[in-house]
């Protein structure tokens, strides 16, 4: 079992930045592809980037290329999300994912283990 827990979602400007985190406990995170799910109201939960287990490899969504950047540190056990020029289609809850592969292909359902999710919010 691996658990998942989320922080640094909050409420930013339209054009701002934030940086979430994704600490994990139970097992290394080194054995799984890791990720992060968003999802907003009304919608379905969709990728927004991953990360394979060497950190080697990062996958993103169209959405987010240029603007999002996804990292591990696999000694901590823990996953970052750094979002720069958000824009208020980014408001939604942010969920980190483990997965034994994951890359932009993915869909919830591929999905191992999942984070409670963090509120991320854009005012325009």
């Known amino acids: 079992q691996v658990q998942l827990v989320e922080s640094g979602g909050g409420l930013v400007q339209a054009g701002g930045s934030l940086r979430l985190s994704c600490a994990a406990s139970g097992r290394t995170i080194s054995r799984y592809g890791m990720g992060w799910f968003r999802q907003a109201p009304g919608k379905e939960r969709e990728f927004v980037t991953a990360i394979s287990r060497s950190g080697i490899s990062t996958y993103y969504a169209d959405s987010v290329k240029g603007r999002f950047t996804i990292s591990r540190d696999n000694a901590r056990n823990t996953v970052y999300l750094q979002m720069n020029s958000l824009k208020p289609e980014d408001t939604a809850v942010y969920y980190c994912?483990?997965?034994?592969?994951?890359?932009?292909?993915?869909?919830?359902?591929?999905?191992?283990?999942w984070g409670q999710g963090t509120q991320v919010t854009v005012s325009s």
């Open positions: 994912a483990a997965a034994t592969y994951m890359d932009a292909s993915a869909v919830p359902s591929s999905i191992a283990y």
